[in-house]
């Protein structure tokens, strides 16, 4: 007879101990369900360890030795360290080879580790003065009970809970898995009947082999990603039932303006207008992602689509992350709408302009900042709402704006290219159009990966393309010095640009300057009176000056791929051929590899997949902001078949039971709207 069901308290378990329970209850794990699914986070094979390393390099490792002599050390100053001289045991071959473990500001240590106990280390190891260190290694005492839960076996890793010994939460959880009862872990929706959930469960904590582990995380991988995809195609279904209004059937000022262009638009630009079209002509509202690489033309196609909304008598509203860039889209859409008589709108939260005066009547299209939120702006009638470099704002923040109309269609737009499975997940509940192609007569932008580049190599092939006319861009990672980063500053390399192009004039731009001085600066080195502009990443959106062509990146290791393709955006924005530097101190082969994908190609997809790949979806979005917060699988947002196969189960079970009227349990996981994007 099973002796726990998985909806238990972990009060009813008489093995955990009351101080135990305290500390589980305050890191939220509250049932027996609630401890078994605080998956492992890493798994150790200690069925065998690795030999003790005699150099640096590599990945972390996986020890077995025992502590021969342990002090607390001063590094400078009141730093202190605890210190651990560990050797291998004495069963290995090479029971002579020791390692030294620092832990730092951790004064407790002292009491948790002596001479003579056992240890089993995680951690990586490097050199440090002739000799093998790991600082602040994952360790755990094995002491003398051989006890088959610990060790001889491929043991769980759990993240920490404050007041539980990791022994103490693999015991637990082993326990309660001897006694679990089997029907009591059958899933809410099987989504793979050959795996029968209790073994899946008994895998991903006690594996038997390393690929059984990977199977159990992907099953409840899947498990996750289906419920996010429950949520996401039943928002999508929700939103095609709201009756929205009709708009776009109107196309007087998207003609005129067409014929205004001096150029063609690209076939995907006129794909992803005749899409945007054919949403605003529907009775519900559009909800629609437009995705492009920098430099691919968005805010043309959004320019079509309020000249439509416009067209239909309602107002359009386009809010942008930063000043700088709200400030750029102003001046475009002026550029280009005043001739057609379109009244627009600046609005920051330093400055409102207008093009038009008072008497002309309200504005047509408001350009704006977070000052659209919470200066007052008062709408006459919101038809659409355009959003650029959406994930640069809270779900909250969209959610404000959107309210300010009466169901007013929704356009987001992105230059950031996403990997297919983070579209799906993230906005699979919008339609997407994507800008694969760049505008005609865009010259080539070549990048080269350089070491330690010699500052007089750069001067002279800056000087060579300032003489010929041309501007750049010399960006750098912080605004001011740091004692604890190692990395150049732009106010100080600012000063040294100065006096290494005195012949030519070179400006400064960072965040912590005032919104006027910062536009002063810009709006210079847009008409041409300044030729360098030293920056931090402030330029990396927004900023378009078709007249420079040379981008030099300092500390770039120090930025993330996204990150590096956006600012490389900035250059290739005219016909000239243009070059951007990445200048790195090359000590890094991790950060080699990622900077050698962006010298390899100028394609922000496969850049956007490498990414992922490399740092994780996590890093690459920002999970709180993007909503994946909560997620226990973030590396599986990676694997583009089992992203699909959630999705294909979700559409399954709506296509069957729209309401979900045969379905209570999964209905509570959207009510719950614990994946709420």
């Known amino acids: 007879m099973s002796q726990f069901r998985a909806s238990d308290a972990l009060s009813q378990v008489d093995f955990i101990s009351a ?8 890191a939220g794990i509250e049932s027996v ?22 150099q640096a390099g590599g990945g972390a490792c996986c020890l077995r030795g025992t502590v021969i002599d342990t002090q607390v050390k001063r590094l400078g100053g009141r730093k202190q360290f605890y210190e651990a001289i560990i050797i291998e045991s004495a069963e290995a071959a090479l029971a002579t080879s020791e390692i030294t473990c620092r832990w730092f500001n951790m004064p407790w240590m002292k009491n948790m580790l002596a001479a003579g106990h056992e240890l089993v280390l995680y951690g990586k190891p490097k050199e440090y003065q002739g000799g093998i260190i790991i600082d602040h290694p994952d360790f755990e005492i094995v002491g003398d ?32 898995l001897a006694g679990i009862g089997r029907a009591s872990l059958a899933p809410v929706y099987d989504l793979d009947p050959s795996y029968p959930r209790d073994e899946a469960m008994q895998e991903v904590h ?68 005749r899409e945007m079209i054919e949403n605003m002509r529907s009775p519900h509202p559009m909800s629609r992602l437009l995705q492009g690489d920098v430099g691919s033309g968005k805010t043309f196609v959004a320019m079509c689509a309020m000249l439509l909304a416009v067209d239909s008598g309602v107002q359009a509203a386009l809010m942008a992350p930063t ?28 400055r409102r302009e207008d093009s038009h005066l008072e008497l002309d009547g309200d504005a047509q299209i408001i350009i704006g900042t977070h000052a659209l939120l919470y200066e007052r702006v008062e709408f006459d009638d919101l038809g659409l709402v355009v959003i650029d470099e959406q994930h640069k704002f809270g779900v909250g923040q969209r959610a404000m704006l959107v309210r300010q109309g009466l169901m007013p269609d929704v356009l987001v737009m992105t230059a950031t290219p996403i990997p297919r499975t983070l579209t799906l997940t993230l906005y699979g509940d919008l339609d997407v159009s994507i800008l694969d192609e760049r505008p005609a007569g865009r010259g080539e932008v070549v990048t080269a990966l350089r070491k330690s580049p010699k500052v007089s190599d750069i001067t002279k092939f800056l000087k060579q393309h300032l003489t010929e006319g041309r501007q750049a861009y010399v960006v750098y990672p912080l605004v001011e010095e740091s004692d604890s980063l190692k990395a150049q500053a732009a106010t100080v390399e600012y000063e040294k640009w100065a006096k290494r192009l005195s012949r030519f004039d070179v400006g ?38 078709p007249n420079a062509n040379i981008m030099v990146i300092y500390n770039a290791e120090r930025f993330g791929l996204a990150q590096l393709h956006q600012l490389r955006g900035r250059i290739g924005r005219g016909e000239f051929k243009s070059y951007c530097i990445l200048a790195t101190d090359g000590k890094s082969p991790e950060a080699m590899e990622k900077l050698q994908v962006l010298a390899d190609t100028t394609d922000g997809f496969k850049i956007a997949e490498a990414d992922l790949r490399l740092r994780g979806p996590g890093d690459l979005l920002g999970t709180a902001q993007s909503g994946l917060a909560d997620l226990q699988f973030v590396e599986f947002l990676a694997d583009t078949e089992l992203i699909r196969e959630a999705r294909a189960h979700a559409e399954d079970v709506l296509q069957k039971d729209p309401m979900l009227a045969q379905s209570p349990d999964l209905l509570q996981l959207i009510e719950d709207g614990e994946f709420e994007i």
Request: with cysteine; proline share 4%.
């Open 19 to 26: 101080k135990e329970l305290l500390a589980y209850h305050s």
């Open 508 to 545: 400064l731009l960072h965040g912590k300057m005032p919104a006027e001085q910062k536009e002063q600066v810009m709006s210079s080195f847009r008409e041409g009176g300044l030729q360098v502009l030293v920056a931090t990443t402030v330029i990396e959106v927004g900023v378009d000056v």
């Open 145 to 176: 009970d051989q006890d088959s839960v610990h060790l001889e076996r491929i043991v769980p890793i759990y993240k920490s809970v404050s007041g539980v010994a990791q022994r103490r939460l693999r015991e637990h959880t082993y326990q309660i």
């Open 33 to 54: 369900l609630d401890l078994l699914m605080r998956l492992p986070k890493r798994y150790e094979d200690r069925r065998r360890f690795d030999q003790f390393p005699t």
């Open 323 to 350: 000043q700088i860039l709200a400030e750029q889209h102003y001046l475009t859409f002026c550029q280009w709408l005043e001739p057609l008589g379109v009244r627009v709108s600046l609005v920051t939260g330093s």
């Open 206 to 273: 006690f594996p038997s082999s390393i690929e059984q582990a990977q199977a159990a995380k992907r099953y409840f991988a899947l498990e996750e990603f289906f419920a996010l995809q429950l949520n996401v195609v039943w928002k999508r279904a929700r939103h095609h039932e709201h009756e929205g209004r009709v708009l776009g059937k109107k196309t007087a000022l998207l003609t005129k303006f067409y014929h205004s262009l001096p150029f063609d638009l690209t076939t995907a630009q006129k794909r992803s207008v």
